[in-house]
C-alpha cells in the first residue's frame, strides 16, 4: 500500500506556473504508475498527466501537452508536476494517483488507479 501527500498549490496570475508534490510513503511509488489527474467544479475529474513505473514513459492530456511536466526524485518518493504557462481554465484540484499496474503502460482512466491523495486546489486568475 501507499500514501499520497500532495502540495505546491496555491494561487497564481494567468502566465504564471506552480510545481506541485506528491510524496509517497508505504511501498516505493517506482512499484508504481503515478499520475496527476484533476477536478473542477461542477465538472469529472480529468487525466493530466502520467509517469510508467520506470520513468520510462510519459503521457500528458491534449490540454497539458508542451505546458506541463511530469517527473520524480526517486531518492525522495516524490512525483512532481510542472505547470507553466496557466491558464484561469487551469483552476481545479489537482490528484496524485498511483496504479499498480506491472506494465510500463500510463492509464488515463480514473477506473485504473489504487490510490488517491486528498488533492491540493490550484486557482488561476485572469
Known amino acids: 500500500q501507499v500514501q499520497l501527500v500532495e502540495s505546491g498549490g496555491g494561487l497564481v496570475q494567468a502566465g504564471g506556473s506552480l510545481r506541485l508534490s506528491c510524496a509517497a510513503s508505504g511501498r516505493t511509488f517506482n512499484s508504481y504508475t503515478m499520475a496527476w489527474f484533476r477536478q473542477a467544479p461542477g465538472k469529472d475529474r480529468e487525466f493530466v498527466a502520467g509517469?510508467?513505473?520506470?520513468?520510462?514513459?510519459?503521457a500528458y492530456a491534449g490540454f497539458a501537452r508542451g505546458r506541463f511536466t511530469i517527473s520524480s526524485d526517486s531518492a525522495k518518493n516524490t512525483v512532481f508536476l510542472q505547470m507553466d504557462s496557466l491558464k484561469p481554465e487551469d483552476t481545479a484540484v489537482y490528484y496524485c494517483?498511483?496504479?499498480?499496474?506491472?506494465?510500463?503502460?500510463?492509464?488515463?482512466?480514473?477506473?485504473?488507479?489504487?490510490?488517491w491523495g486528498q488533492g491540493t486546489q490550484v486557482t488561476v486568475s485572469s
Open positions: 509517469l510508467s513505473r520506470s520513468g520510462g514513459t510519459t
Open positions: 494517483a498511483a496504479d499498480r499496474t506491472l506494465s510500463d503502460y500510463v492509464a488515463r482512466l480514473i477506473r485504473n488507479y489504487d490510490y
